[in-house]
């Protein structure tokens, strides 16, 4: 595989396709279907750090979120190629939504551990 390799090929929306450069095959397939499977999906762009590079979050109306490491120029493609909008985390903050998304599911995972502990 050479350098470049993993930046070639990419997934379609609506007519855009995520262009060499952006992100790797398969995670612009992933996030090309899980832009296609959720409503009112937002991407929030994460700066780099020192364990990662940038990363972009992708949340739903409902709160559920996906985050995909995408690079420095990747992330403005990602947005501009699946035709969502996207914003720097550093002046939005994230939502409240996806704060709300993650206390329903650690009830949730609570609750089911708990019933497996009442379980005979």
Known sequence: MGLLDRFRGGATR???????????????????????????????????????DVTV????????????????????RLA???RIPVYDVRKTGYPQRMRDYDARKRV????????ELREP
């Open 14 to 52: 609506g007519g855009g396709a995520l262009r060499a450069g952006s992100v790797g095959s398969v995670d612009a397939r992933y996030l090309t279907d899980w832009v296609r499977s959720h409503e009112g999906v937002e991407g929030y762009v994460e700066p780099k750090t020192t364990v990662t």
């Open 108 to 115: 949730e995972r609570q609750r089911a551990l708990e019933a």
């Open 80 to 82: 501009r190629d699946l």
């Open 57 to 76: 979050i992708l949340i739903a109306a409902d709160g559920e979120w996906t985050r995909r490491i995408v690079g420095e120029r990747g992330a403005r």
